[in-house]
C-alpha cells in the first residue's frame, strides 16, 4: 500500500467538526452563565452545588473540544478512543450543565459528532 493511497482514505471531518463546534459552543454557554461571577467564588470556598457543576461543565467542554482536534488523526484506532473519551465528556457536560441552553445544546452537538467518529470505519463514500 502506497502513501498515496493511505492518504486517500477518509478521515471523520465531519465528527471532528461537530465534536470541535459542540465544544466551543458549550464552553462559551458555561462562561456566559448570569450565575458565573458567584460560581467562580464559591469554587474555592463551597465543594459542592454551583461551584461544582460550573468546574466540571468548563473541564468537559475543554476535553470536548481538545478531543475534537484528536480527533482528526492518522490511526482509526486513536480516532475511535478520541471519539469515545469526547462521547463520556460530552454525557459528564449534559448532566452538570443544568438547565442552561447554550451549554446543552453545545454538548448535544458534541454527543452526536462523537457517535459519528465512534461508528466511522475510515472508507470513503461515492
Known sequence: ???RSRDR???PVLAMG???IGGIIALLGVFLLPDLGFALTTLNTYVGGVGEQVALSIISAVVVFISGFAL???HMTRAHIWSVVALIFSIIGLA???SFVLPL???AIALVGSILGITYNGEETS
Do not use: E, I
Request: no cysteine; hydrophobic share 35%.
Open 1 to 3: 500500500m502506497t502513501q
Open 9 to 11: 482514505k477518509g478521515k
Open 18 to 20: 461537530l465534536v470541535v
Open 72 to 74: 482528526y488523526t492518522r
Open 96 to 98: 452538570t450543565s443544568g
Open 105 to 107: 445544546v453545545g454538548f
